[in-house]
């Protein structure tokens, strides 16, 4: 079993940015792929961006050129560090992690975080 705690969301206006951490603990030999998945009220839960053991990187297109997801092994954390916020990034923003490559599909998912609001105003 796999815990996840993130930290980092907030209120930000817009053009701003914010970094979320996520920590991993527990059966962690396990993970290859961790990431971000986001869900926005009456959205479907949408992935955000990925980074696998080997360092391969997936983004939504939406947030390429503006969001930067790292990670660090050592520390067994990711990171999402997110720039040029738009009120359309705002959504609970969850940690997930898989023994796949990817964390997609979502079914891929193995553990989820309990979510971190991310709220961009206007």
């Known amino acids: 079993q796999v815990q996840l705690v993130e930290s980092g969301g907030g209120l930000v206006q817009a053009g701003g940015s914010l970094r979320l951490s996520c920590a991993a603990s527990?059966?962690?030999?396990?993970?290859?792929?961790m990431g971000w998945y986001r869900q926005a009220p009456g959205k479907q839960r949408e992935l955000v961006a990925a980074?696998?053991?080997?360092?391969?990187?997936e983004y939504a297109e939406s947030v390429k050129g503006r969001f930067t997801i790292s990670r660090d092994n050592t520390k067994n954390r990711v990171y999402l560090e997110m720039n040029s916020l738009q009120p359309e990034d705002t959504a609970i923003y969850y940690c997930a992690v898989s023994t796949f490559y990817r964390i997609t599909p979502i079914n891929v998912v193995r553990s989820w975080g309990q979510g971190t609001q991310v709220t961009v105003s206007s």
């Open positions: 527990g059966s962690i030999f396990s993970i290859n792929a």
């Open positions: 980074i696998n053991r080997g360092g391969n990187t």
